[in-house]
């Protein structure tokens, strides 16, 4: 095993693949990515798709183990996946790299670039258009709700609550887009401006903001204020 944070280590299952995993738990009990256990059948009319807008470049700021990045990458677009927890990166890089090299699956990990990077860093650095930015902060339960899946707590584990979130959604404002899609809980407030346009899905909402939408051009005015 190695590298550890809020006890959870990077180790491996008995298949061979990477997995996240809390100190002390048996292996093949944590966290690995697989992608050929993803279904992607009728993809095009997912919410999250349809929310991200038209193929092209796209910047997926809290990666995870990149199941969205997964599922947007197979509907068409270019994804750069960044991840700041270097644990985590590490199990999606095995992943991703583990599905390029099977034919069935190369086609779509080949047009998925994963970074070990801080993504407010990445956009204030970055002069680059995207097609569209994307934002799947972590956040805290809903008090009452049932306990989340093994994969989240895991993740969650070794990142912690996204406290930020904020600021990297003011970043991706600031940056150059056509887009930007909020992930957010049906509970949860959005982040700090309504959207032009929501799409629902069971669980979650995707909050999406125009470059020209009038809720942008209110946060650019308070900005420059």
């Known amino acids: 095993m190695s590298g550890s944070q809020k006890n959870v280590v990077v180790g491996f299952d008995p298949d061979g693949r990477m997995e996240l995993i809390h100190v002390g738990e048996q292996p093949g009990h944590g966290a690995a990515v ?19 807008g038209e193929r092209g470049r796209l910047l997926d700021t809290t990666a995870g183990l990149g199941g969205d990045s997964w599922i947007l990458a197979a509907a068409g677009f270019s994804v750069t996946a960044i991840e700041r927890s270097a644990l985590v990166c590490q199990v999606l890089r095995d992943g991703v790299d583990r599905a390029k090299s099977d034919s069935r699956l190369n086609a779509i990990a080949s047009r998925i670039e994963v970074r070990q990077e801080n993504a407010v860093d990445v956009l204030q650095s970055n002069s680059d258009l995207w097609a569209t930015i994307y934002l799947d902060p972590m956040y805290p339960p809903k008090p009452g709700s049932a306990l989340a899946p093994k994969p989240i707590r895991v993740v969650r584990a070794a990142v912690g609550d996204d406290i930020d979130s904020s600021n990297l959604f003011l970043a991706a404002v600031a940056a150059q887009w056509n887009r ?21 899905s069971k669980l979650v909402r995707y909050d999406v903001y125009v470059r020209e939408g009038a809720s942008l051009r209110t946060i650019r005015a308070k900005a420059k204020s």
Do not use: Y
Request: glycine fraction near 2%; hydrophobic fraction near 40%.
């Open 34 to 52: 697989d992608f050929r256990r993803v279904t992607l059948r009728g993809i095009s009319s997912q919410p999250l798709v349809r929310a991200c």
């Open 180 to 200: 930007i899609v909020v992930k957010r809980p049906h509970h949860a407030e959005p982040l700090c401006a309504e959207p032009d346009i929501v799409f629902n």
